[in-house]
């Protein structure tokens, strides 16, 4: 007997001196290295440290067992399963739905004073009122609140392993049931509220009693956080020399995934950035390539066509000063010169109006090929149809196709004009599944559309319509008249 006083002294100092826990709100601390009365190892009571004194005592005919150094050095307080049980005088558990609390608990068997094999670590179920429990199987922890059927099972992953059990209420909900500080498991749980009962340790009163060791049991009036409760739990780890579960933040694992993460996520900005800059390199070189070809284009069509009219005017000045000074009549060259300027301010407008940034979509440029159409054909002795569609939508071309599509409309219709004799001429265009239809057809003389020409017309033609990567089709007879069909992708 003192030998067990001696040892229970030398480990009161010993846990005081380390013992650091919150005492705010502390209702009841139980631990068997202080305050524990024994007789010939069974305890008598065991006394509150918390300052309340809300001191167990035992209340059954057999006592729980104490025994020493069953815990790393710490002894313990044994419950048989059969007929033992302790309780505390009736203090208000949990006032306002709220508080939190703590075991270091064993389960060593099925519990034989239950049908259910169910041990109870504490409850308040009887007194003024059926409260609430706190128990398991050696398979699985409950928690009952005291209504029928809302018994909450929690599947245990080891049976008969010490651990800290905790469960703390912060709403009028939900239980939180923590394992070796790691939540396990939300409950819900009906409103009912403890009142001011005595604290059932090891037993419900009389029936379902645990089988299995309690080292320590910390009960508080008031709710924790996750971070709250994790001073209690280090000082229980510590104490007893276990090892909780580190946080997945904290594992080898998740710096590792973090590193890499950030590895990955450095390289990812980097290709990123670099890939961002290589594509504006590439957009702002595509941008001139864009530009030199647009020059290019333009630089061509000024020579092909303004040039051209220029050297065809000066050769036809020449021609009238020669006829001029041997005094012939210049009616004709002065015609010509006419004719010729004509058609070089026509395609200088072509070109500007190409250009304007403001004539860049699908509808302006039918709106003014069908003006262009009206004043070529108007004063001719054809009659004509031009039929393009009401409804357009907003379709963005550049300068090549805007230019190509109208001189060679332009310049079918006005070959249809100058050489077919037809008294009838309809230019259509249709829309359809992103592509542009044209048909020009006249009921004139028409030509073998199988034989080469030495003209430049078709062939001009032909080459405006391939620049555009589009297709063309030439139905034609002599006596039969012609039919155009060309289409572009837009």
């Known amino acids: 007997m003192k030998a067990i006083l001696i040892f229970l002294s030398l480990t009161f100092i010993a846990a005081f001196i380390h013992a650091q826990i919150p005492r705010e709100g502390l209702d009841l601390w139980l631990k068997t290295d202080a305050g524990i009365k024994v007789s010939a190892n069974k305890v ?20 729980p067992l104490f025994f020493s150094d069953q815990l790393n050095g710490y002894p313990v307080v044994r419950f048989n399963g059969e007929d033992n049980g302790m309780a505390t005088p009736a203090f208000q558990t949990f006032p306002g739905k709220r508080g939190c ?36 199987t050696v398979s699985s922890y409950s928690y009952y609140d005291g ?37 396990i ?29 309690i080292a320590e049991i910390i009960v508080y009036g008031r709710s924790f956080t996750g971070r709250e409760m994790s001073p209690v739990n280090t000082y ?40 961002r800059k290589l594509k504006k390199q590439l957009a702002e070189l595509e941008r001139q390539k864009v530009l030199d070809e647009e020059r290019r284009r333009i630089s061509q069509e000024m020579h092909d066509d303004i040039c051209a009219g220029l050297t065809q005017i000066s050769l036809i000045s020449e021609a009238a000063r020669g006829q001029a000074s041997q005094g012939k009549p210049l009616s004709s060259e002065l015609d010509d010169i006419s004719v010729t300027s004509r058609q070089l301010v026509d395609n200088i407008s072509e070109i500007i109006w190409s250009l304007n940034p403001q004539h860049g979509t699908l509808d302006s440029l039918l709106a ?38 109208l001189l060679v409309t332009k310049e079918i219709v006005h070959n249809s004009l100058k050489h077919s004799e037809a008294r009838n001429l309809s230019v259509k265009a249709i829309l359809a599944d992103h592509e542009l239809k044209f048909t020009v057809a006249d009921d004139g003389t028409g030509f073998n559309s199988g034989l080469t020409y030495k003209g430049n017309g078709l ?10 990567g589009g297709k063309l089709s030439v139905e034609s007879e002599p006596g039969k008249g012609t039919i155009f069909t060309y289409s572009f992708s837009i």
Not at 249 to 274: C, E, N, P, R
Not at 459 to 464: A, E, H, L, V
């Open 44 to 63: 008598l009571s065991w006394n509150d440290q918390s300052g309340h004194n809300n001191n167990a005592v035992t209340k059954t005919i057999n006592p």
């Open 101 to 136: 609390i703590f075991l270091v608990i064993r389960v060593n068997g099925r519990s034989t004073s239950s049908g259910a094999g169910f041990g109870t670590f504490v409850s308040t179920y009887y007194g003024q009122s059926n409260t609430w429990q706190f128990g398991s």
């Open 147 to 183: 209504v029928e059927g809302s018994v909450n099972p929690v599947s245990s992953d080891r049976p008969g392993e010490w651990g800290i059990l905790a469960f703390s209420r912060d709403n009028d909900s939900t239980m939180n049931f923590y394992k070796n500080g790691m939540l």
């Open 185 to 213: 498991k939300s409950l819900q749980i009906n409103t009912n509220q403890p009142d001011i009962n005595s604290l059932k340790i090891g037993f419900n009163d009389s029936v379902e009693v645990l089988n299995g060791d």
């Open 236 to 275: 229980l780890a510590k104490k007893y020399a276990f090892t909780l579960p580190r946080p997945f933040w904290q594992s080898w694992w998740f710096y590792g995934l973090l590193a890499l993460l950030v590895i990955t996520t450095s390289i990812a900005i980097t290709k990123f950035i670099a890939t």
């Open 368 to 405: 003014h090929l069908r003006e262009q159409l009206n004043k070529l054909l108007e004063y001719s002795d054809i009659e004509y149809q031009v039929l393009f569609p009401i409804q357009i939508p907003s379709i963005e071309l550049d300068n090549q196709q805007r230019r190509n599509i």
């Open 459 to 468: 062939k001009n033609i032909r080459r405006r319509i391939e620049e555009l």
